[in-house]
């Protein structure tokens, strides 16, 4: 047996057959012919039976909506409960929704006799920023702090940190390309606690912090970004044990892997890695150190 719909969805389904979808368009065309062909009294008579009491606004319904509240839609939407239906612009009912910081997308409908119904696609957290006064907000994917993170758990989202100021519902340069860094460094398959931007547009460098290491890790700028975090993920496979003893990884450099660590100097592990030496082959992950004996 299944379970019963909710009474919004039930009203829905009632309310989208096709008649009643093109109820109004139906009408102020038989308004329109009627003019023609009658007169214009029956066409304004026409046109005022569509702007009576039965068909204006007596309710507006909202769909999608899970962390922004429906009342906030409903007033955004700006509709006065008893305006005609035929005076409601569903695009520009749109648009105002759409400017809710929460809201990246929305859609209107006019259901006749009265009623509208709004659909909202909320923006997704990507990061976190502190803003003013040191408050937490979230961050979606186009760089906008779109909402405070609140008091709930965020473990699963980075920590952003860039040289700009994070302003509620204003997108920031810096916090579009962490966000980026981000999303590339979770591809290759890292969790990301921190992601940090320095330089300025168009000559970002960045460098992560990996959730479980302590090592700050350089990455360099963006068109490099990719071959980085290759390196990283070569390093992180074959040379494990320098890199849970690293207090800073730099692998910007084709080639090679700086390590740098606390411990004294007689027992740390080489540093830096040039091209063609086999412990810089073993920790990009192209070959196994051989122990054979150089040849000569």
Not at 66 to 85: D, N, S, Y
Not at 273 to 278: D, I, N, R, S, V
């Amino acid at each position: 047996m299944s379970a019963p719909r909710s009474p919004l969805r039930r009203d829905l389904n009632r309310d989208e057959s096709p008649m009643r979808h093109v109820f109004l368009i139906g009408l102020g065309c038989v308004a329109l012919a009627a003019g023609a062909i009658f007169g214009p009294k029956l066409a304004v008579a026409l046109t005022r039976l569509a702007r009576s009491a039965p068909f204006r606004v007596q309710s507006v319904s909202v769909v999608g909506a899970q962390h922004v509240t429906a009342q906030r839609v409903v007033a955004a939407t700006g509709l006065q409960r008893g305006t005609p239906l035929l005076d409601v612009d569903p695009a520009a009912v749109a648009l105002r929704v759409a400017e809710l910081p929460q809201v990246d997308a929305a859609r209107a409908v006019r259901l006749p006799p009265g009623r509208v119904v709004v659909g909202v696609r909320e923006r997704v957290a990507r990061g976190l920023v502190a803003g003013a006064g040191g408050a937490a907000f979230l961050v979606c994917g186009d760089g906008v702090p779109f909402a405070p993170a609140g008091p709930g758990p965020h473990e699963d989202l980075p920590l952003l940190v860039t040289p700009g100021h994070a302003v509620a519902g204003q997108a920031e340069p810096g916090l579009t390309e962490a966000v980026a860094v981000a999303a590339a460094a979770a591809a290759a398959g890292f969790a990301v606690a921190e992601v940090r931007i320095s330089g300025s547009e168009g000559a970002w460098d960045a460098s992560v912090r990996l959730v479980g290491l302590a090592a700050e890790v350089a990455l360099g700028r963006t068109p490099e970004r990719d071959a980085a975090l290759g390196r990283l993920a070569k390093l992180v496979k074959h040379r494990p044990e320098w890199v849970a003893g690293a207090t800073s990884i730099d692998v910007r450099f084709a080639g090679w892997g700086i390590l740098r660590s606390d411990q004294p100097a007689e027992t740390r592990d080489q540093q830096a890695l040039p091209e063609g030496t086999p412990e810089a082959a073993a920790a990009r992950g192209y070959e196994t150190p051989s122990d054979r004996p150089a040849a000569g």
